[in-house]
């Protein structure tokens, strides 16, 4: 059974920082790509970043040069460190992954942040 399971979501002020972490059991990690999505109240979900099986990133643009996605092949884990954030991050981030053509959320965290 696939699970994905997010933390360290919280409340900051404009500018600082969080780190979230996503822990994934259930699938072959090292082989799958995974992101970060993260949706805002009345907005659609939108994918924030991703990385592939051989750690290649990509960044939706109001992230980038903020945000930091990574994986950890050995614990099985997907991080989002969260820099300089601003009150339009705000939002319910998911973590998610893909197998055999289904896809897999976690349950979110929430993330908001204060002007």
């Known amino acids: 059974q696939v699970r994905l399971v997010e933390s360290g979501g919280g409340e900051v002020q404009s500018g600082g920082s969080l780190r979230l972490s996503c822990a994934v059991s259930?699938?072959?990690?090292?082989?799958?790509?995974l992101g970060w999505y993260r949706q805002a109240p009345g907005n659609q979900r939108e994918l924030v970043a991703s990385?592939?099986?051989?750690?290649?990133?990509n960044y939706t643009d109001s992230v980038r040069g903020r945000f930091a996605i990574s994986r950890d092949n050995v614990w099985n884990r997907l991080y989002l460190q969260m820099n300089v954030l601003k009150p339009e991050d705000t939002a319910v981030y998911y973590c998610?992954?893909?197998?055999?053509?289904?896809?897999?959320w976690g349950q979110g965290t929430q993330v908001t942040v204060s002007s």
């Open positions: 998610s992954t893909s197998r055999q053509g289904r896809t897999f």
């Open positions: 259930g699938i072959n990690f090292k082989l799958h790509a």
């Open positions: 990385i592939t099986s051989s750690h290649d990133t």
